[in-house]
């Protein structure tokens, strides 16, 4: 496993965007709030429009394992045993990790550490 270190510093308007490429399976998403002022924190796979993890108005840190459901064969519906759904699995990411930050603060400093695969 491996971790991927974000540091966020907001802009004056309390903002702070990161996107880089990204290929592995997320396993688990720690928010350090340091500063930060009840930020809204939106994680997705910005290539396939896949949200990840969506936080609003964040007081505290945490600790978050987003994750997804199974997919049935033919890729595009949930995996069905019987008439119940199969269950969920570790999300993963295939293009561009996009971390959006807003409402934070003027110049605030945080960091989001994710373990992947």
Do not use: C, W
Not at 24 to 48: C, F, K, M, N, Q
Not at 89 to 117: C, E, F, H, P, Q
């Amino acid at each position: 496993m491996s971790v991927k270190q974000v540091s966020i510093r907001t802009a004056a308007d309390g903002s702070y965007t990161y996107t880089r490429a990204f290929k592995g399976t997320i396993r688990a998403i720690e928010i350090l709030i340091g500063d930060l002022s009840t930020p809204d924190i939106a994680i997705t796979d910005d290539t396939y429009a896949t949200n990840i993890l969506t936080l609003t108005g964040i007081s505290a840190s945490g600790v978050h394992r987003p994750s997804a459901f199974l997919e049935a064969a033919d890729g595009t519906t949930a995996a069905l045993v019987g008439t119940a759904m199969k269950g969920a699995t570790a999300i993963s990411i295939m293009g561009v990790l996009k971390i959006a930050v807003t409402g934070a603060g003027d110049t605030k400093r945080g960091t989001i550490n994710i373990l992947y695969d």
